[in-house]
């Protein structure tokens, strides 16, 4: 297997994907850092808003493996890494060549502008993924070229356009995604189908989302909750897409504190909101197509259950996947 | 994300991974070779009998990252590959770290031993990931511990183990493995299903069985011809699994040079095989589970079709993943 600059990039590509819907508003991004005989010296991923980006916590890891200082692990705190490579680093970046997925931002906001950092630290060469479409972040590509840095981009362009496209809709005006678990004989019914590790995650992305809608039938069937309890987090706005008003007001979904709940038979409701989460099986599929930006399916490697996307026309393209536990968790866009 | 020892053993099982189903009578191996700095240098696997072992690739694609020297890239035969090695290493081994998924081979084969290369070159660290069973090639650890080699065992080994579950089954007796293709929606019929890449895929794998299973009703609808003709490879026998015995001869399978064709009622006749791949869908899935090791599934982001898997029960765990092109293959054992 080649061990180039497009593998060193794609580890950094697979990194943020598996933070994928859950770094809102902020966009996911990896970063891969190599010493100066190509030795791999970080992988890493922005993992949430108000936590570092992807290139400062790289830096931390690549910073202990080429100084072996362990008091750099201690720190948490995005300003705190950046003043403590500022005063410590020593030129030990000098040779290195950091891949980043995105361009690095040029502007200080929860945390100080990356493109800044990287010039500061005398950092010669990155590879960039791709440029940065956000007004207020972007041109860190002008900054790091205007201080010396060998700028190059990747070649695995669509594969890093693909990893923002989340970004990119929820920038401009909003992002939709369907998320279904199913089996591998495409059932969706019949009780519990994901493993824990794949329902914290999505606990994890209700717990970014503002809105998350909802067919009435699964309402009235599964009795939800739809909160994200499995990972202490906060529970989005709920639309209930539905014809009729009438549920049971016992359902749990309904007793959830600090949410808003929408019975309505249209989706006009998601104009007020940014970070959308459809979860459903075939009829909301259907139901929500004109929408979607992204899907996103859990599949559990069981066969059973008694129906769900059966009678489904549709073709995707694979975008990202990977194995959640005893899942596989596959990211895609729809082309039929 | 940790860069430390299992994330290298994990490099070499996976890259071991993709050429699954086509070292027969070999296993799959993979090895991964870091420097003094714990910089990448290789990741290689073993791709098919007669080809270099995964350690020997490893350390020819290391050597020339070591050594600048482009000549070794040219040598595609592993008796040269080594020679080379052992006149011009030079020591350039000497602070390297190997992980191999399989204990290296310690006799000289069709190829010559891996432990005595290791030993020669002067290596101090190999990971293994698991001991070798076969009498013939292994205590190549008991070789390298003699030789002053540091042997460490991977704390990998479940992963290990299940990367060389087919060769220990062929190794033993017989490996078998039931091969399908599905829609998202669960349907294998309508037309073609996988991509051209899954596809050359299977013919690879084709061209290593000595035996191919399928169902009677399948001969008589797809009137296959069930070679290994994307890939130039040679056809396996055939058996139908069917209680009629007429089938009309035009179908092209029978015209397949130096093959044979059984047409029985039972699987009684796989005693005499080794490497057996079963193609289907549901009714051979059913007919076939009391003698499948492992399940090969190619999954296409599709939907469509009428029907195939939709009345399965069944429970897997997955042993390993990854996309194909536009397809998932999924390799699985089955638990339920």
Redesign the interface.
Same mark, same amino acid.
């Given at each position: $297997?080649l061990?180039d600059d497009d593998f060193f990039m794609s580890l950094a590509i697979d990194?943020a994907w598996k933070y994928q819907g859950l770094t809102y508003p902020n966009p996911a991004v990896g970063c891969t850092i190599?010493?100066e005989?190509?030795?791999?010296?970080?992988?890493?991923?922005h993992k949430c808003a108000g936590m570092p980006h992807a290139e400062v916590l790289a830096l931390q890891?690549a910073y202990f493996?080429l100084t072996n200082d362990a008091k750099i692990l201690d720190l948490v705190d995005s300003s705190e890494i950046h003043n403590y490579l500022l005063l410590h680093h020593n030129n030990c970046f000098k040779n290195i060549s950091l891949y980043s997925t995105l361009e690095p931002c040029s502007h200080i906001g929860k945390t100080p502008s990356c493109a800044s950092l990287i010039c500061s630290l005398g950092i010669k060469e990155v590879f960039v993924g791709v440029r940065d479409a956000n007004i207020v972040a972007s041109d860190g590509a002008s900054m790091m070229l205007e201080n010396k840095v060998d700028v190059k981009y990747t070649t695995l362009q669509k594969r890093a356009k693909d990893l923002i496209l989340p970004f990119e809709r929820f920038n401009k005006d909003q992002f939709v995604f369907f998320k279904w678990a199913?089996r #591998?004989?495409?059932?969706t019914d019949t009780g519990v189908i994901s493993s824990q590790s794949s329902r914290q995650k999505v606990h994890a992305m209700r717990d970014v989302c503002d809105l998350l809608i909802i067919g009435g039938n699964t309402v009235r069937e599964d009795r939800p909750t739809l909160d994200a309890r499995l990972v202490d987090g906060k529970a989005p706005d709920v639309l209930i897409l539905s014809r009729g008003v009438e549920f049971d007001r016992e359902i749990p979904l309904f007793s959830v504190p600090s949410r808003e709940v929408y019975i309505e038979d249209s989706l006009k409701r998601i104009k007020n909101y940014k970070n959308i989460m459809i979860e459903g099986s075939f009829n909301m599929f259907e139901l929500t197509k004109d929408i979607v930006d992204i899907y996103l399916?859990f #599949?559990a490697?069981? $066969?059973?259950g008694v129906s769900g996307?059966?009678?489904?026309?549709?073709?995707?393209?694979?975008l990202y996947?990977?194995?959640e536990d005893?899942d596989?968790m #596959?990211w $895609?866009k729809r082309e039929?």
């Amino acid at each position: $297997m080649l061990i180039d600059d497009d593998f060193f990039m794609s580890l950094a590509i697979d990194e943020a994907w598996k933070y994928q819907g859950l770094t809102y508003p902020n966009p996911a991004v990896g970063c891969t850092i190599v010493g100066e005989n190509k030795e791999l010296l970080a992988i890493e991923a922005h993992k949430c808003a108000g936590m570092p980006h992807a290139e400062v916590l790289a830096l931390q890891s690549a910073y202990f493996k080429l100084t072996n200082d362990a008091k750099i692990l201690d720190l948490v705190d995005s300003s705190e890494i950046h003043n403590y490579l500022l005063l410590h680093h020593n030129n030990c970046f000098k040779n290195i060549s950091l891949y980043s997925t995105l361009e690095p931002c040029s502007h200080i906001g929860k945390t100080p502008s990356c493109a800044s950092l990287i010039c500061s630290l005398g950092i010669k060469e990155v590879f960039v993924g791709v440029r940065d479409a956000n007004i207020v972040a972007s041109d860190g590509a002008s900054m790091m070229l205007e201080n010396k840095v060998d700028v190059k981009y990747t070649t695995l362009q669509k594969r890093a356009k693909d990893l923002i496209l989340p970004f990119e809709r929820f920038n401009k005006d909003q992002f939709v995604f369907f998320k279904w678990a199913q089996r #591998l004989n495409a059932t969706t019914d019949t009780g519990v189908i994901s493993s824990q590790s794949s329902r914290q995650k999505v606990h994890a992305m209700r717990d970014v989302c503002d809105l998350l809608i909802i067919g009435g039938n699964t309402v009235r069937e599964d009795r939800p909750t739809l909160d994200a309890r499995l990972v202490d987090g906060k529970a989005p706005d709920v639309l209930i897409l539905s014809r009729g008003v009438e549920f049971d007001r016992e359902i749990p979904l309904f007793s959830v504190p600090s949410r808003e709940v929408y019975i309505e038979d249209s989706l006009k409701r998601i104009k007020n909101y940014k970070n959308i989460m459809i979860e459903g099986s075939f009829n909301m599929f259907e139901l929500t197509k004109d929408i979607v930006d992204i899907y996103l399916c859990f #599949l559990a490697p069981t $066969m059973g259950g008694v129906s769900g996307f059966e009678d489904a026309k549709a073709g995707f393209e694979i975008l990202y996947t990977n194995q959640e536990d005893k899942d596989i968790m #596959l990211w $895609m866009k729809r082309e039929i």
